[in-house]
Nanobody
Framework: QVQLVESGGGLVQPGGSLRLTCAASGSIFSFYAMGWSRQAPGMQRSLAASILNSGRTDYPDSAKGRFTISRDSAKNTVYLHMNSLKPEDTAIYYC?????????WGQGTQVTVSS
């Protein structure tokens, strides 16, 4: 069973950047889709970015132009580059991957945007 481990979260000032990394313990070829979701305190978990095996990406309006998701299949890793961060981006960010049979989630990494 593949495990997903996130890293790269932390405290950043408004307008700053962060790169989140999701490392899979096994091959990510079995995932037809991978992505990042986020959950702020008192809020439901929502999509931050997704990428298909085809390379097609999808972002909510709140992330378009600021977030970029990418995957490196050779390294079994998915990245989320976040620029122009805002206080409302503060949340726990979760990496996920979907196969035809199941969904896998990481434990999450905290991102705090504050001056």
């Amino acid at each position: 069973q593949v495990q997903l481990v996130e890293s790269g979260g932390g405290l950043v000032q408004p307008g700053g950047s962060l790169r989140l990394t999701c490392a899979a313990s096994g091959s990510i070829f079995s995932f037809y889709a991978m992505g990042w979701s986020r959950q702020a305190p008192g809020m439901q978990r929502s999509l931050a970015a997704s990428i298909l095996n085809s390379g097609r990406t999808d972002y909510p309006d709140s992330a378009k132009g600021r977030f970029t998701i990418s995957r490196d299949s050779a390294k079994n890793t998915v990245y989320l580059h976040m620029n122009s961060l805002k206080p409302e981006d503060t949340a726990i960010y979760y990496c996920w991957g979907s196969t035809t049979n199941d969904d896998y989630w990481g434990q999450g990494t905290q991102v705090t945007v504050s001056s």
